[in-house]
């Protein structure tokens, strides 16, 4: 059974898809946040539809900005803000009969792995937390890519938009995908799946803010990890990943405590774990039997 839900943060109207599995309940139950610009009927979507069918109650919806959801600047990464959604959809989860409150885990894929990451850490409503192809944003990284200099610039870039928006202008986009020029996410794979067949939702638009770039290299999700434990925490990560480094995902499982699982697919593209198979159902086998043991 899927139901479309709709819920408050922050005063903000957000939109979900509740999935139940047959038979009676209450059935333990998963809040899922998944990729960059990505709406609920893309990844979180496809990853919902089988960890119901697995026998949990699912959440998937809309952060806000993004999709049918409410939140302005549209198309624009509020980090602080995505943790509120998440912190209002587990209280949804627990106000519903089909869901048993004290067995909730939280689920993300992509830039939502460290977004539940995070969120996991600090509220002890949730038990258990599962990462695939997780982005596990740290600052002290970007600064490490760049040359001081450039990354200078870069901030100097990013707060040059937002005050030309503060004082009255428009809120500026770029592109979030394309093959060539500027894109929030440029090359070929990202816009293998969003910019064609693959990704196509009637909620997605080809779009985001310019500042939503600079949330990407300052948020600190990696931090979730020091502050996971007692609770346990799984990785699930393409042994190559050119869009989120494995080397991120040994990381986050090297700062987490017991009890704690890595598992390395035989992935080559980080949207092979999007919507590919055999990696998809592999990944959920990998979530399924970690969620059996501590769930």
Not at 114 to 127: I, M, N, Q, S
Request: charged share 25%.
């Amino acid at each position: 059974m899927t139901e479309r839900v709709e819920f408050e943060a922050d005063g903000i109207t957000l939109v979900g898809d509740l999935r139940a599995p047959d038979g009676p309940g209450p059935h333990p139950a998963l809040v899922l946040t998944g990729p960059f610009t990505g709406t609920r009927d893309q990844v979180t979507g496809l990853y919902a539809e089988r960890l119901t069918a697995a026998g949990y109650v699912t959440l998937a919806f809309d952060h806000r900005n993004w999709g049918e959801s409410g939140g302005t600047p549209r198309l624009h990464e509020d980090p602080q803000g995505k943790l509120h959604d998440l912190r209002a959809a587990v209280s949804l989860l627990r106000s519903r009969p089909e869901a048993d409150g004290a067995r909730i885990g939280a689920v993300g894929i992509c830039l939502g792995a460290g977004y539940a990451l995070k969120f996991a850490a600090f509220d002890p409503r949730v038990r258990v937390f599962a990462g695939i192809a997780g982005a596990y944003n740290d600052p002290y990284t970007a600064p490490a890519r760049m040359s001081p200099a450039g990354y200078e610039e870069a901030l100097a870039s990013f707060t040059e938009v937002l005050e030309r928006q503060d004082l009255g202008g428009e809120v500026e986009y770029v592109p979030a995908v394309a093959t060539e020029g500027e894109a929030a996410m440029p090359g070929d794979e990202p816009y293998a799946y969003y910019g064609t067949g693959r990704g196509a939702s009637p909620h997605w638009r080809n779009q985001v803010t310019r500042a939503s770039v600079r949330e990407l290299v300052t948020m600190d999700n990696m931090t979730g990890a020091d502050f996971l434990s007692p609770k346990p925490g799984l990785v699930v990560h393409g042994v190559v990943d050119r869009l989120c480094s494995p080397e991120g995902a040994e990381e986050v499982y090297k700062r987490m405590d017991e009890p704690k699982r890595l598992v390395w697919l035989d992935a080559r593209l980080h949207t092979d774990l999007y919507d590919a198979e055999p990696h998809v159902s592999r990944a959920v086998e990998a979530v399924t039997a970690f969620l059996a043991e501590h769930l």
